[in-house]
Nanobody, 123 residues
Framework: QVQLVESGGGLVQAGGSLRLSCAAS????????MGWFRQAPGKEREFVAA????????YYADSVKGRFTISRDNAKMTVYLQMNSLKPEDTAVYYC????????????????WGQGTQVTVSS
């Protein structure tokens, strides 16, 4: 089992920044990947970013490229999502996920999920 706890959400004005954290505990294998997804009211959960635990590759949705940065601290077993130049359309509940799949873009690629943290961007 893997437990994931997100933090760092909140209310910010458009153009502002937030940093989300996801602390992992439990049996996270070296082949796990960590991802961030988001879900706005009435919409499907969508991919935001992903990073494998043991490789430096990062993956982003087109809508956040150049604005968001995913990173990890292996010693702390924590993954971060730095969100800059936030837009009202970034408003959603953000979820951290962990999975052993070699694919990163779909919710079904992940086995474990955090409880989510709300991000609200005002115009």
């Amino acid at each position: 089992q893997v437990q994931l706890v997100e933090s760092g959400g909140g209310l910010v004005q458009a153009g502002g920044s937030l940093r989300l954290s996801c602390a992992a505990s439990g049996r996270t294998g070296s082949n796990y990947a960590m991802g961030w997804f988001r879900q706005a009211p009435g919409k499907e959960r969508e991919f935001v970013a992903a990073i494998p635990w043991r490789r430096s590759s990062t993956y982003y949705a087109d809508s956040v490229k150049g604005r968001f940065t995913i990173s990890r601290d292996n010693a702390k077993m924590t993954v971060y999502l730095q969100m800059n130049s936030l837009k009202p359309e970034d408003t959603a509940v953000y979820y951290c996920a962990a999975g052993s799949s070699t694919y990163y873009y779909r919710p079904n690629d992940y086995d474990y999920w955090g409880q989510g943290t709300q991000v609200t961007v005002s115009s």
